[in-house]
């Protein structure tokens, strides 16, 4: 059975990051304002998850990291890990992660994210805001059909819990009150003491 469930979300992942996430009835929101002026090179290293909205790839999985590294190619390295606290088993899945429009005078912080050699041609990660240094509130919504729609959710910290900053706080909540249904959010264990290190 843990081999199923590692072939499942192996097969998610090949797909790319953005299948897999939660249905809506209704469209994609328009004008959810991402980072601007993005800097990929203070992004880079190593994020905690610390909520998100519930996917097919990270179903039951908890202790969930990323580490983001440089290519020569100016693409990004994405290596996400999890641990599933219940059966013990882990995954790790590389991806190559490269800014959605490089060429705008203002670089926004939007990327297509893809793992495993698939297509990297889908603005699917969309970092709404982040100071670099403590935080990181990502989204993603993809149209299925006309009148539905499938998102995704990460609130991400550079450490294993969210620093207790009332100004990070009310950036990452200011967010979540006007673009994401709360009731949907689940939060990642990071300090049990079975989460290995990656």
Known sequence: MQTVALSVAIVCLLAGAVYGGLMFDRPCPTNVPVKQYFEVDRYLGKWYEMQRYESVFEENF???????????????????????????????????????????????????????????????????????????VVWNCQPRGEEQSEESFWVLSRTPTLPADTDVLFRIHYIMRRYIDRSLVRFTSQLDERCPVF
């Open 62 to 136: 908890d202790c969930v990291q990323v580490r983001y590294t440089p290519n020569e190619d100016d693409s990004v390295q994405v290596s996400n890990s999890a641990y599933n606290l219940f059966n013990g088993s882990s995954i790790n899945a590389l991806g190559r992660a490269v800014l959605s429009f490089p060429d705008e005078e203002v670089v926004q912080g939007k990327l297509n994210v893809s793992f495993f050699g698939a297509p990297n041609d889908l603005s699917n990660y969309w970092v709404l805001d982040t100071d670099y240094e403590t935080f990181s």
